[in-house]
């Protein structure tokens, strides 16, 4: 399974989102801080999800690093992350 696929097994998981997209953006990226060969380092995600309800967006970015802490580790280099709740445009 490729970071991509993994990241969105655990935000759907864990968040339960009614909207999800990942974007893997690495391409525009190349030759820059944490890029690498092949990618898999810079990705735009945006998700709605009735949990992020009542919180910040401190702290629903907070919740999204915490999922994907291990994809983190293991050499994602940049999420541009875009979080709402499901009433939210």
């Given at each position: 399974?490729?970071?991509?696929?993994?990241?969105?097994?655990?935000?759907?998981?864990?968040?339960?989102?009614?909207?999800?997209?990942?974007e893997d953006?690495?391409?525009?990226?190349?030759g820059h801080?944490?890029?690498?060969?092949?990618?898999?380092?810079?990705?735009?995600?945006?998700?709605?999800?009735?949990r992020?309800?009542g919180?910040?967006?401190?702290?629903?970015?907070?919740m999204?690093y915490?999922?994907l802490?291990?994809?983190?580790a293991?050499?994602v280099?940049?999420?541009?992350?875009?979080?709402k709740?499901?009433?939210e445009p």
């Open positions: 399974m490729n970071i991509k696929d993994r990241m969105m097994a655990k935000l759907e998981a864990g968040l339960a989102p009614t909207r999800i997209e990942i953006e690495s391409h525009l990226h190349a801080a944490g890029a690498r060969e092949g990618g898999e380092t810079h990705y735009r995600i945006k998700v709605a999800s009735p992020f309800s919180k910040g967006r401190i702290e629903r970015h907070r999204v915490a999922l802490a291990e994809e983190i293991l050499g280099h940049a999420l541009a992350l875009q979080t709740t499901p009433d």
